[in-house]
T-cell receptor
Framework: EAGVAQSPRYKIIEKRQSVAFWCNPI?????LYWYQQILGQGPKLLIQ????????DSQLPKDRFSAERLKGVDSTLKIQPAKLEDSAVYLC??????????FGPGTRLTVT | QKEVEQDPGPLSVPEGAIVSLNCTYS??????FMWYRQYSRKGPELLMY????GNKEDGRFTAQVDKSSKYISLFIRDSQPSDSATYLC???????????????FGQGTILTVHP
């Protein structure tokens, strides 16, 4: 079974620029998550999708972050404009049911 | 106070040692408990999953949950250099609510096993 795919793996941008991350979950997984992992901390949930719908986005900074899940499969996470404190690894995960998510390799974002 | 507390270490042990990793939590709604292993520059990988108090064993790994004390542990027997990684505890509430499936992670413990 192919794992969760993410791209790009690394991204460096200047503050106030925009950036987008892409995620392709494991085939057939209805639940998709985006987590933010700041250096030295555990991942924090940003948004959880169940098929096309948003289940939980309570910790998503909606003034600058947005996410969508196209046709219940791939997902994109966008940051506009980026701040220095957005430097982190952005992890996409998916699960068949709403537990035990499988994580992708992450996108490491550096905002300068 | 954080919902999940985990000692960040770092923890350094010799090969063959028994390793004990621990987390405490404050949210009584947590029903499912997991341990993830994260190698440098990789995503977290699920090691252990349990939903009841008691012990669960898988090879060299044993997960222990004590819901009455809100305390979970991961034991690694006969530790190997390949076990060197960050270990994250994670937990989630049960089905029926909007937070079902949302994992709350500990800070992670950095483990190094020396040959």
């Amino acid at each position: 079974e192919a794992g969760v795919a993410q791209s790009p793996r690394y991204k460096i941008i200047e503050k106030r620029q925009s950036v987008a991350f892409w995620c392709n979950p494991i085939s057939g997984h209805a639940t998709l998550y985006w987590y933010q992992q700041i250096l030295g901390q555990g991942p924090k949930l940003l948004i959880q999708f169940q098929n096309n719908g948003v289940v939980d986005d309570s910790q998503l900074p909606k003034d600058r972050f947005s996410a969508e899940r196209l046709k219940g499969v791939d997902s994109t996470l966008k940051i506009q404009p980026a701040k220095l404190e957005d430097s982190a690894v952005y992890l996409c995960a998916s699960s068949l049911t709403r537990d035990r998510p499988n994580f992708g390799p992450g996108t490491r974002l550096t905002v300068t | 106070q954080k919902e999940v507390e985990q000692d960040p270490g770092p923890l350094s042990v010799p090969e063959g040692a028994i390793v004990s990793l621990n987390c405490t939590y404050s949210n009584s709604a947590f029903q499912y408990f997991m341990w993830y292993r994260q190698y440098s520059r990789k995503g977290p990988e699920l090691l252990m999953y349990t939903y009841s108090s008691g012990n669960k064993e898988d090879g060299r790994f044993t997960a222990q949950v004590d819901k009455s004390s809100k305390y979970i542990s991961l034991f690694i027997r006969d530790s190997q250099p390949s076990d060197s990684a960050t270990y994250l505890c994670a937990m989630s509430a049960g089905a029926g609510g909007t937070s079902y499936g949302k994992l709350t992670f500990g800070q992670g413990t950095i483990l190094t096993v020396h040959p």
